[in-house]
Nanobody, 128 residues
Framework: QVQLQESGPGLVKPSQTLSLTCTVS???????????LGWFRQAPGKEDEAVSCISDLTGSTYYADFVEDRFTISRDNAKNMVYLQMNNLKPEDTAVYYCAGVIGCNSESMISLKDDAWGQGTQVTVSS
């Protein structure tokens, strides 16, 4: 069974940068029939929303509209890790960020079953 663990929680001020890391254990995500890995987030009182994903199979990436070219997702297959670098953070980026396996990832969309391949989440707070 694949397990995902996020790291890199933090409190930053608006316009600062923060990087999150997702470490995969239990084998490569694609050996468990996923396309790749992605990030979701959930702000207090709101439903979770897709942020970004990267396909292990094609290398395609997806970013939600609200990212506005501020975030970059990347992967290190040798280390079985995926990263999310977030620049120019805004208070509205405050949320718990989750790493998740995705069954579909392309430039237009990302799809996750939100099943076992779901991390425990890491808090990101953007506040002055």
């Amino acid at each position: 069974q694949v397990q995902l663990q996020e790291s890199g929680p933090g409190l930053v001020k608006p316009s600062q940068t923060l990087s999150l890391t997702c470490t995969v254990s239990g084998g490569s995500i694609t050996t468990h029939y996923y396309d790749g890995l992605g990030w979701f987030r959930q702000a207090p009182g709101k439903e979770d929303e897709a942020v970004s994903c990267i396909s292990d199979l094609t290398g395609s990436t997806y970013y939600a509209d609200f990212v506005e070219d501020r975030f970059t997702i990347s992967r290190d297959n040798a280390k079985n890790m995926v990263y999310l670098q977030m620049n120019n953070l805004k208070p509205e980026d405050t949320a718990v960020y989750y790493c998740a396996g995705v069954i579909g990832c392309n430039s237009e969309s990302m799809i996750s079953l939100k099943d076992d391949a779901w991390g425990q989440g890491t808090q990101v707070t953007v506040s002055s």
